[in-house]
């Protein structure tokens, strides 16, 4: 279950990320509010699968699955340049994450 809630989590920190973008400074409300609730939310599962997932391992799973959402997100949606350097940078850190899942 802790894995479960720590890969939402980390899905959740691509949306804070996203809102935090759209809020433009926290300047409009509703993806200001968005922000605040993927915050605790995706905080809030990071700290319950630190029970039992060791700190190094999570809190990297967590960024990692972050990081590439946004990634992601930003070259889908946003115009973010796509390129096979990135491709192959954000598939080293897809590689990493589940090298430490494995290796749990």
């Given at each position: ?44 599962g990071?700290?319950y ?12 799973v ?18 973010d ?5 990135r ?17 749990h």
């Amino acid at each position: 279950m802790a894995w479960l809630v720590l890969i939402l989590s980390g899905f959740l920190e691509t949306v804070w990320a996203v809102a935090l973008e759209s809020s433009k400074g926290f300047t409009r409300l509703v993806p200001s509010l968005v922000f605040g609730v993927a915050l605790l939310f995706s905080m809030g599962g990071l700290a319950y699968a630190m029970r039992t997932i060791p700190i190094g391992t999570g809190y990297a799973v967590w960024v990692g699955i972050g990081a590439v959402g946004t990634a992601v997100y930003g070259m889908a949606v946003l115009g973010d340049a796509v390129t096979m350097a990135r491709i192959g940078c954000l598939l080293l850190i897809v590689s990493g994450v589940v090298g430490l899942k494995v290796l749990h």
